[in-house]
């Protein structure tokens, strides 16, 4: 019998190896089909009308001229008159023609009158702000004051991180056709199995009549979760008109409607012992998601432990648009301003930054991992050598330094099924309703099956994307490589069990004696008794045979886990002439269990350090305090790293024992949310001072070398 | 975008004639890199688009033994790869590789370059050429970290985006001007751009119908050299560029001329920080003082003081680079 | 972190977060947890009422909330 456990070392072929993902030559050639790449025979073309103010009523709402334009199908209204706008971008109509051109332009003969009011755009200034409190945290006011006034070295300090939004490369969106009583769906979603019963309403039937195909994704981020209202506009005008509609947001809507990760600020108060131990954590934080303001932040992050904590939040409500979770939600904000805050002390302590973090790793949960993570991390980026206390004392304005952070993330995989077919002509397939955001889902999913049943990855036919396929979660909180490598696990297991069931007769042994490796099937412990795995599965007849899988595993094997660490270490240089910083380099180590493909892992680690130096560096959602407008909801003023910006990447994985025997374990937040803390603390390192809030832009980094005297 | 006529003409008198003629708004197409995307913004809106593409004698550089002649048409990624250009005229190279986008640099011509309109983000977002809403100006009260520094006291507070302007205009270059009459007139090249003071007004000395053929730079050696800060290293729009050019006479510098971009509505010519400089060596302190000199009169917005210490800095380094 | 029950009790049937499309349970104090919730009626982090999104907000006696 096949055991459902994770192989050992030394019976894994291509688990933890660096493998190709398998959809790379589609999509570098062009041929993968995206949600925008779908077109259906007679598709006509939806686009959205959205309100320019942040803040404003309907007065009415004039769709018959775009009616009466050649080409255009239909106009509808969708807010009524006396309505409220809450945010610039907000859908007041909607309108589909039979070209995108037409349907562009005749959204302009939509006429909206708008009673327009001032909106709430402030979240930098809280006694400004319009705040809604949330559960502070003070367990002992008194003593947190006590502490603080009698600590032998304290820091008062500011710090931040601007709102940005997702910035898909695919905006939101989605193809719908309606035909034969069914509805047909091309989304571009994180979440293929729950997508239809967010569009039942508008397509006015059951979830289980509508039909989902999303193959490839051009990035989620955590903002494509829902149907949204575009996508339930969409299903309702295929409906109402018959046609295929094909609706994607525009850049400029999907930067200000389709994604945003909260503004957060916070003033901290710490204290520690001159030889750097941290006494106590003080702090008032707020922040804004948007109208429905944003979550309290969890400092100080990792250092939880820490014996003194006072913890103050508030809520800031703005006029922009919602907040959706962005790549581990809260995390970047939180460990941005802990890691400031700590990196300030050891500095006001006169102790070395990375012996200041390990001598306080026992207020962490996994002190161990974080040890062993910052001693790698210190050699990869060359510390020894390059390590200097705060302020880069040589010559000239080009300032080097070099910037600690420290991360967490849970990870455990979610609910999902699957089932594995294996064929009497020795082919293999996978069902499973889980998609592929880019991460390499579709590769590891294969590589599990294709593994299990010792075939080569290519002999393995991946079937994902469809709502058809059996139920798998959203992929959402690093849950995805968790659950559906468990639930492919034990589906694959599920068959080969039946096949064995059918070989062992024929190698007079019994079932629970059999294991496939190496593209044959033999008895464990006698390499004679072999059978080739394609005469195998001639032995099955005409009938295929199918395992059911699942998340938790049929037989309750965990082969998941939860609960990583990581470490970043940035190496950057400033000028303090110009405020301007470079990436020297930039150090990853992260632990996140059993590793299924080694290549696409670390490729996971690459894209977070390209989007986290994004963050540190560049990347501000920029409005307007009078009309409530992003400004920059565009490719050229709301800036994305290039290649030229993010300096030399080194990421290193870990694995073998005390890593791999834990299962497998979710890596699509963690390593995202140490950049903008390491950065940040490299820039201070470097030139001397903080610069309180990122993106550290050349006016941020001025300001504050101004500020701090050391202007030159 | 609304429907337009297009054309193609493959003379300078059929385009000027098609210029002449429209009964609606006009607009040049060179390369294109502009154009096409102020039409998708919806903020030009021509009747009439007359692309110059085919007019052979606005294409190439003509190098003489006291000019060089670079046709209107010319790409940004011919001027910078042309040898006589690199050895004379680094400034002008160092301002097109600071584009950072080859396929923009390709397609870009010279002439579209010293014509775009501005990216004012209140502009692009259908405020008007100077931000305007309800009769107050949005750029005053509003984000203004990339704005103008220099000669915004009237309501143009953008800046001229040019890449090659500052340059040209170091270099002492003369524009070639063809009017609807098929008269050539030379503009120096500072005189070419213009401040608004309506919104309606042009941001060049362009007449109606006049077409830019050519820039004619002297091939006097000079020293010369473009310093720019941008935010991101790849591509993206400077934050401030200075290019500076001078003559080197046995160590002293004579001719000296600095001019600053992306600080102002036009290319921004500081003579009284560059005469300082007449007769002297160009050291680290005399490049830092010509630098602070270069920036006394700016008079920064809410939020963009910060550009006053880039140009001060980049004027000098500029400076330094330019005496090598 | 405490749990709130008597909220998971009677949640409006329009609230919506991430976790709800992954996870078996949904728990208030989960670090990993966004914090994030929309109305499925706006698609927004405000309900019709343009007031917040919340477990603690979209309960009975709200004029929007449906059971």
Redesign the interface.
């Known amino acids: 019998m096949a055991k459902n456990a994770w192989p050992s070392a030394d019976k894994r072929s291509l688990i933890g190896k660096r493998i190709s993902r398998l959809d790379g030559p589609v999509k570098s050639t062009g041929r993968a089909k995206y949600a925008y790449d779908i077109s259906r025979p007679g598709m006509i073309y939806a686009r959205l009308l959205w309100a320019p103010y942040g803040s404003a009523k309907v007065v009415s709402i004039d769709t018959s001229a775009a009616t009466q334009i050649k080409g255009v199908v239909g106009a509808w209204p969708e807010m009524k008159d006396g309505d ?1 706008v ?1 945010f610039a971008g907000q859908v007041v109509a909607s309108l589909a023609a039979t070209s995108e051109e037409i349907a562009h332009e005749a959204l302009k003969s939509i006429k909206v009158v708008y009673e327009v009011q001032t909106p709430q755009m402030n979240d930098v200034l809280l006694e400004k702000a319009e705040t ?1 409190e949330q559960r502070d945290e003070i367990p002992d006011a008194a003593t947190v004051d006590k502490t603080f006034n009698e600590a032998e070295v304290k820091i008062e300090g500011h710090y931040g991180a601007a709102a940005i939004t997702h910035c898909c490369m695919e905006a939101h969106g989605q193809v719908a056709e309606y035909r034969d009583n069914a509805m047909y769906i091309w989304p571009s979603t994180q ?1 293929v199995s ?1 997508y239809a019963a ?1 569009l039942a309403d508008a397509a006015g039937m059951p979830a289980s009549q509508i039909h989902v195909d999303c193959q490839y994704m051009g990035g989620g981020f ?1 903002s494509k ?2 149907s ?2 575009w996508g ?1 506009i969409c299903t309702r005008i295929a409906k109402e008109t018959g046609k295929p509609v094909k609706l994607m947001l525009e850049r400029d809507h999907e930067l200000m409607a389709a994604g945003a990760r909260p503004s957060a600020f916070a003033n901290v108060r710490a204290g520690a012992s001159k030889d750097g131990r941290i006494t106590v954590w003080d702090s008032t934080a707020w922040g804004s ?8 932040l ?1 400092v100080p992050y990792i250092f939880g432990n820490i014996p003194n904590i006072r913890r103050v939040s508030r ?1 800031v ?1 703005t006029n922009r648009g ?4 962005w790549r581990a ?2 995390h970047p904000q939180s460990c941005l301003v802990t890691m400031a805050a700590l990196e300030d002390l050891a500095a006001a302590a006169g102790v070395d930054s990375l012996e200041f973090f390990l001598k306080n790793l026992d207020y962490t949960e996994r002190p161990d991992v974080y040890r062993e993570e910052l001693r790698i991390a210190a050699d990869l980026i060359g510390y020894k050598d390059k390590a200097h206390p705060r302020g880069d004392s040589t010559p000239g304005p080009l300032k080097r330094g070099l910037g600690i952070s420290l991360h967490t ?3 455990a995989g ?2 999902s099924e699957s089932t594995v077919t294996i064929n009497p002509d020795g082919s293999a397939s996978v069902n499973i309703g889980t998609q592929d955001l880019g991460s390499g889902t579709r590769t590891v999913v294969g590589i599990v099956v294709a593994e299990t049943l010792g075939l080569p990855l290519e002999n393995v036919q991946v079937n994902i994307g469809r709502n058809e396929y059996p139920a798998s ?5 690093s ?1 995805t490589v968790g ?1 559906v490598s468990t639930s492919t696990r034990d589906a694959a297991t599920a068959a080969l069990n039946a096949l064995f069931e059918k070989v062992a007769p024929a190698l007079g042994v019994g079932a629970d004696q059999l294991e496939a490796w190496q593209g044959s099937i033999h008895v464990v412990g006698d390499a004679s008794k072999s059978m080739p795995w394609v005469k195998a599965c001639s032995l099955l007849g005409q009938i295929p045979v199918t395992g059911k899988g699942s998340k938790p595993a049929s037989d309750g094997t965990q082969l998941d886990n939860s609960g990583v660490g990581g470490v970043q270490m940035a190496d950057v240089t400033v000028d303090i002439e110009t405020g301007r910083v470079t990436i020297n380099e930039f150090v990853a180590v992260q632990d996140c269990g059993l590793i299924v493909d080694l290549k696409t892992a670390e490729s996971q680690v690459y894209g977070a350090m390209i989007m986290g130096v994004t963050y540190a560096l560049y990347e501000e959602s920029i409005y307007d305090p009078v009309t409530g407008r992003m400004l920059n909801a565009d490719m050229e003023f709301y800036k994305l790293a290039g290649l030229a910006d993010v300096g030399t990447l080194k990421v290193h994985m870990m694995t073998g024992p005390g890593y791999d025997e834990r299962g497998v374990i979710g890596l699509g937040e963690p390593p995202v949310i140490s950049p903008g803390a390491a950065i940040s603390n490299a820039v201070a390192n470097a030139c001397g001072v903080r610069v309180p809030t990122i993106p550290l832009t050349p006016n941020r980094v001025l300001a504050a070398l101004e500020q701090g005297g050391k202007l030159a | 975008m609304n429907a337009f006529e297009y054309a193609q003409p493959a003379t300078l008198d059929e385009a000027q004639a098609l210029l002449t003629s429209a009964s609606g708004p006009v607009a040049v197409l060179a390369g294109g890199t502009d154009l096409l995307t102020a039409m998708k913004q919806g903020i030009v809106n021509p009747a009439r688009v007359v692309s110059l593409k085919s007019i052979e004698e606005l294409r190439g550089i003509e190098v003489s033994s006291d000019a060089v002649r670079i046709g209107a048409m010319t790409t940004l990624s011919e001027l910078a790869a042309h040898p006589d250009v690199a050895r004379l005229y680094p400034c002008l190279v160092t301002a097109i590789k600071g584009i950072g986008s080859p396929q923009i640099a390709n397609m870009g011509t010279v002439g579209g370059d010293l014509c775009q309109h501005p990216r004012c983000w209140y502009y692009r977002n259908g405020f008007g050429l100077f931000g305007m809403n309800n009769g107050a100006s949005l750029v005053l009260e509003g984000d203004n970290r990339y704005h103008a520094i220099f000669g915004n006291d009237g309501p143009a507070k953008f800046v001229n985006v040019s890449s090659l302007a500052p340059g040209l205009i170091a270099l002492d270059a003369t524009f070639n001007v063809r009017g609807a009459d098929k008269q050539m007139r030379d503009i120096p090249a500072a005189d070419f751009f213009k401040t608004p003071s309506a919104p309606e007004e042009s941001l060049t000395s362009l007449a109606a119908g006049e077409v830019l053929t050519h820039i004619t730079i002297p091939a006097a050696q000079t020293r010369n050299a473009t310093y720019e800060v941008r935010e991101r290293h790849g591509l993206d729009w400077p934050l401030v560029t200075a290019s500076v050019a001078y003559t080197d006479a046995g160590g002293s510098a004579q001719n000296v001329r600095v001019v600053l971009g992306h600080v102002a509505p036009t290319p921004w010519v500081v003579d009284a920080a560059a005469k300082t400089l007449e007769g002297k060596a160009i050291d680290e302190a005399a490049a830092a003082a010509c630098g602070t000199s270069a920036v006394a009169d700016a008079k920064p917005l809410s939020m963009n003081g910060y550009k006053v210490q880039l140009a001060k800095v980049a004027v000098k380094r500029a400076l330094l680079a330019a005496a090598g | 972190m405490e749990t709130q029950p008597s909220v998971m009790m009677f949640p409006c049937k329009h609230i ?1 977060a ?2 709800m ?4 349970d949904e728990r208030e104090g ?9 109305c ?1 009626c ?5 309900g019709p009422d ?1 007031e ?3 477990r603690s907000e979209c309960r009975p006696g709200r004029g929007c909330y449906r059971g």
């Open positions: 409220e809450r809604k979440n729950a967010g955590g979760f829902d949204d209202q339930a998601g948007g109208m429905g303001g944003s979550r309290a969890g809520s409500r919602s907040q959706r979770p939600p809260g993330w849970g990870g979610h609910k979660g959203a992929s959402g909180g849950t659950g | 919506r991430k976790e499309y992954y996870q078996a989960d670090a990993f947890a966004s914090g994030v919730y929309w499925t706006t698609h927004q982090t405000f343009g917040p999104v919340d």
